[in-house]
Nanobody, 122 residues
């Protein structure tokens, strides 16, 4: 089993910053992609940012220039630095990891964290 534990959510004023962290643990041989998604009330879950093992990154257009994703591969951890936050970015933020659990099996599996609430409000 693989567990993803997020931290760092909370209440922040518009224009403020937060840093989210997500640590993966358990039966992990390697992780190809780690990323962040968010889901606002009444809306579908959407991609925020992803990062590969080789540090290639991908961002939603709406967060480019304000959010930065980074990984510590040795710690199986991914971070999301969020700056200039907007009220419409209030959502539950979910960590995602694509994990190879065994050396002898090349299959990768998709795992999700439990989510952390980010509220942007004055």
């Amino acid at each position: 089993q693989v567990q993803l534990v997020e931290s760092g959510g909370g209440l922040v004023q518009p224009g403020g910053s937060l840093r989210l962290s997500c640590a993966a643990s358990g039966s992990i041989f390697s992780i190809s992609v780690m990323g962040w998604y968010r889901q606002a009330p009444g809306k579908q879950r959407e991609l925020v940012a992803t990062a590969t093992t080789g540090s290639s990154t991908n961002y939603a257009d709406s967060v480019k220039g304000r959010f930065t994703i980074s990984r510590d591969n040795a710690k199986n951890t991914v971070y999301l630095q969020m700056n200039s936050l907007k009220p419409e970015e209030t959502a539950v933020y979910y960590c995602n990891a694509v994990v190879r659990v065994r050396e002898r099996d090349s299959a990768y599996f998709n795992y999700w964290g439990q989510g952390t609430q980010v509220t942007v409000s004055s």
